[in-house]
């Protein structure tokens, strides 16, 4: 809904431009305090209108795309981020995994699409928070920047193999946005839990992945096409690959998110133990262990539904 409706002014909201604002913010602006008062604020707001996640990093400039897309054009156009927006506030919102257990399928699209949804809503409302707050603040999805780094560097996880954040809190289960503003904010620091260490030995998401868009071997600086980062040393994906087989299959895929072993319940116990594990030195035995029970299977969607 939110990406169509300003089509008519060659605007796809959240995924080729930012989602539009609908009030001006007041004139004169709050003092928050301290950085970290400040942050410790927003970060409260933020949870209060629906956010799982949310972590803040410094702007870097390195993430911004070079341009954005007309539709209408069928070309480029200028990606017009205000300057002094300085601090990036990142939100994620988890997304359904007993949908994700079906992919890819209609109903794991079900799961992007209502996370991308409750992302539009928390990111408009943090956004117009501050904006009241007489702070500048342009939400964003898919559009004007990479979310993935911006996440890592807010401390909401760290990169797999698959090219997407794990988190200690969902695994790969969650979708991210973010929020340029001008605000006062202290930043979160990126943080460690084992998974690069594990991402070497697993391969679950290269080998499962149809397309081959995974690499298998070590990171690289290789680069596959102008949907890639020039000269950064990491797994990358073949984005273009990855989307053609979206088009052929008529769905979003999630077969990596679905059999990476971090995609669990963390609510159990067993889990946050098993977390613990794969942080180890012991992380081949949490491997092992998860391949033995069998999670990351497909299920089948007609067992999603409950018995007539």
């Known amino acids: 809904m939110f990406a169509e409706m ?5 605007r796809r909201d959240g995924f080729l431009d930012p989602l539009s604002m609908l009030r001006d ?23 209060a209108a629906g956010a799982d996640l949310v972590g803040i990093a410094a702007y870097d400039d390195r993430w911004t795309y070079t341009e954005r897309f007309s539709v209408q054009a069928g070309g480029p156009k200028p990606n017009d981020l205000p300057d002094g927006l300085d601090q990036v506030i990142v939100i994620g919102q988890a997304m359904d995994s007993t949908l994700i257990e079906t992919a890819p399928s209609a109903l794991s699209g079900a799961a992007t699409g209502m996370g991308y949804s409750q992302d539009a809503v928390v990111l408009l409302t943090v956004a117009q928070y501050l904006r009241n707050l007489g702070y500048r603040a342009v939400p964003s999805m898919n559009d004007t920047a990479l979310a993935v780094p911006y996440a890592i560097q807010a401390g909401l996880g760290e990169y797999g193999k698959h090219g997407l954040v794990i988190t200690p809190e969902f695994g790969t289960s969650v979708r991210f946005g973010k929020i340029f503003t001008d605000a006062p904010l202290a930043h979160d620091r990126p943080i460690s839990f084992g998974v690069r260490e594990m991402c070497e030995i697993c391969n679950a998401c290269s080998k499962g992945c149809p397309s081959k868009a995974i690499p298998d071997g070590p990171p690289t600086t290789e680069r596959h096409n102008r949907s890639n980062l020039v000269g950064v040393k990491k797994w990358t994906i073949d984005g273009e690959r990855c989307f053609a087989y979206w088009t052929r299959i008529n ?12 995609t669990r319940d963390y609510t159990r116990r067993r889990n946050r133990a098993w977390l613990r594990l794969a942080g180890s030195r012991l992380r081949r035995l949490a491997l092992w262990l998860d391949r033995r029970e069998g999670r990351g299977a497909r299920r089948q969607s007609d067992e999603w539904w409950p018995d007539a």
């Open 25 to 47: 913010g007041a004139a004169e602006q709050v003092d928050l305090g301290s950085p970290e008062q400040a942050a410790a604020r927003i970060k409260h707001a933020a949870h």
């Open 251 to 262: 769905s979003d895929c999630s077969i990596c998110v679905r059999v990476c072993p971090f």
């Open 6 to 10: 300003y089509e008519a002014d060659d």
